[in-house]
């Protein structure tokens, strides 16, 4: 990731992968009614998301990371599947282009799984057909943003511990008509609340984070699937303040995702260049 330095070397290296990008852009909806007492407006539902997650199976993903670099707004992007039973994923992250206009490198192939990220393509002297390997736990963000993408079901992980939310309305999203919440949720408190796969890595998060407030924008859909979380990240990076905000989208529910990790030959145990 591109904005801030990590004390221990496999974090380093990790943010290494994602520096120096410049680009813009982000996905929104708009469109809503207010608040009412029907079935569906339930704030509790929030709460619930992560095990209704585990419950569908599986889905496809798309990902954005927007954040301001150098005064310029940056955005990562990824898109793939996630298995939600077996907590893991494979995406493609795509780093924006230059002032150039020119890509600096190829998509990385990022595969998520529970308390380890794999990285290929990750360049820094890496070989084009080795894999980097990173635990989460020991970067101090959990890896909620370090690999310019937040884990899907972490991203619902995090809500179990949403508080203040409110109904904000109804409304379509990509042709399906979704429940609009917001509100904010505590790291410690999700670090403490979480499955037991996924607290490692946001009690990593909640310690290097400086505040653990986290505010959210979550649209669930009839079945009180989440369709799209939206969560912006606050922290200091050498002094400066940055934010951050994790757009994550879910879709095509019930499709199988093809998930092999990397055998042990293809970890690449060289010196990681910076």
Request: charged fraction near 25%; aromatic fraction near 6%.
């Given at each position: 990731?591109?904005?801030?330095q990590?004390?221990?070397?496999?974090?380093?290296?990790?943010?290494?992968?994602?520096?120096?990008?410049?680009?813009?852009?982000?996905?929104?909806?708009s469109?809503?009614?207010?608040a009412?007492d029907?079935?569906?407006?339930?704030?509790?539902?929030?709460?619930k998301?992560?095990?209704v997650?585990?419950?569908a199976?599986?889905?496809?993903?798309?990902?954005?990371?927007?954040m301001?670099?150098?005064?310029?707004?940056?955005?990562?992007r990824?898109?793939?599947?996630?298995?939600f039973?077996?907590?893991?994923g494979?995406?493609?992250?795509?780093?924006?282009?230059?002032?150039?206009g020119?890509?600096g490198?190829?998509?990385?192939?990022?595969?998520?799984?529970?308390?380890?990220?794999?990285?290929?393509?990750?360049?820094?002297?890496?070989?084009?057909?080795?894999?980097?390997?990173v635990d989460s736990?020991a970067?101090d963000?959990?890896?909620?943003v370090?690999?310019?993408?937040?884990?899907?079901?972490?991203?619902?992980?995090?809500?179990?511990?949403?508080?203040?939310?409110?109904?904000?309305?109804?409304?379509?999203?990509?042709?399906?008509?979704?429940?609009?919440f917001?509100?904010?949720?505590?790291?410690?408190?999700?670090?403490?609340?979480?499955?037991?796969?996924?607290r490692?890595?946001?009690?990593?998060?909640a310690?290097?984070?400086?505040a653990?407030?986290?505010?959210?924008d979550?649209y669930?859909?009839?079945?009180?699937?989440?369709?799209?979380v939206?969560h912006?990240f606050s922290?200091?990076?050498?002094?400066?303040?940055?934010e951050?905000a994790?757009?994550?989208?879910?879709?095509?529910?019930?499709?199988?995702?093809?998930?092999?990790?990397?055998p042990?030959?293809?970890?690449f145990?060289?010196?990681?260049?910076t």
């Amino acid at each position: 990731m591109v904005v801030r330095q990590h004390g221990h070397r496999g974090a380093a290296f990790a943010a290494l992968a994602l520096a120096g990008v410049v680009a813009g852009g982000g996905c929104s909806v708009s469109g809503g009614v207010a608040a009412d007492d029907r079935v569906g407006s339930d704030p509790g539902a929030v709460r619930k998301a992560a095990d209704v997650l585990r419950a569908a199976g599986s889905s496809k993903a798309r990902t954005s990371m927007e954040m301001a670099a150098g005064g310029t707004r940056v955005t990562i992007r990824g898109e793939g599947g996630y298995d939600f039973g077996r907590r893991m994923g494979r995406l493609q992250v795509v780093l924006p282009r230059d002032p150039a206009g020119t890509s600096g490198h190829r998509p990385i192939t990022e595969l998520l799984s529970p308390g380890v990220l794999y990285m290929k393509n990750r360049g820094a002297g890496v070989p084009a057909d080795k894999w980097v390997r990173v635990d989460s736990t020991a970067l101090d963000d959990g890896n909620l943003v370090t690999g310019g993408v937040t884990d899907p079901l972490t991203s619902a992980e995090l809500l179990r511990a949403a508080r203040d939310v409110t109904f904000v309305g109804e409304q379509d999203l990509a042709g399906v008509r979704v429940r609009h919440f917001r509100g904010v949720t505590d790291l410690g408190r999700a670090a403490r609340t979480a499955s037991a796969d996924a607290r490692g890595a946001l009690a990593a998060a909640a310690k290097g984070f400086g505040a653990d407030a986290v505010p959210f924008d979550a649209y669930l859909d009839e079945a009180g699937r989440l369709r799209k979380v939206r969560h912006r990240f606050s922290y200091l990076n050498q002094g400066q303040p940055v934010e951050v905000a994790s757009t994550t989208l879910l879709y095509a529910f019930g499709e199988r995702v093809a998930l092999t990790l990397p055998p042990e030959d293809d970890i690449f145990s060289g010196e990681i260049k910076t």
